[in-house]
């Protein structure tokens, strides 16, 4: 079983800044692919970001140029880095693990971007 864990959310005023960080168990992490979701009320849960294990991403248009994946692969760690936020960038942001079939969930950090 992999422990997903996530941090780093919090409320951040339009065009604020904030990194989530996502900590995930296991000795197999570097062949993890690792993503960002996030669900806004009332929404379907939607990909937001990816990182491979080769390190190639994908990302979500709407968040394009303002969102960074990235993954440190001695820390057992993913990261968000996201800039230029807008109120709706809001929702519940969930870290996912996935290695062949498998696939991890954490609990999710809220991110709310208000003045």
């Known amino acids: 079983q992999v422990q997903v864990v996530e941090s780093g959310g919090g409320l951040v005023q339009p065009g604020g800044s904030l990194r989530l960080s996502c900590a995930a168990s296991?000795?197999?992490?570097?062949?993890?692919?690792m993503g960002w979701y996030r669900q806004a009320p009332g929404t379907q849960r939607e990909l937001v970001a990816a990182?491979?294990?080769?390190?190639?991403?994908n990302y979500a248009d709407s968040v394009k140029g303002r969102f960074t994946i990235s993954r440190d692969n001695a820390k057992n760690t993913v990261y968000l880095q996201m800039i230029s936020l807008k109120p709706e960038d809001t929702a519940v942001y969930y870290c996912?693990?996935?290695?062949?079939?498998?696939?991890?969930w954490g609990q999710g950090t809220q991110v709310t971007v208000s003045s």
């Open positions: 990182i491979t294990s080769g390190g190639s991403t």
């Open positions: 296991g000795s197999r992490f570097s062949a993890y692919t």
């Open positions: 996912n693990a996935a290695f062949t079939i498998r696939s991890y």
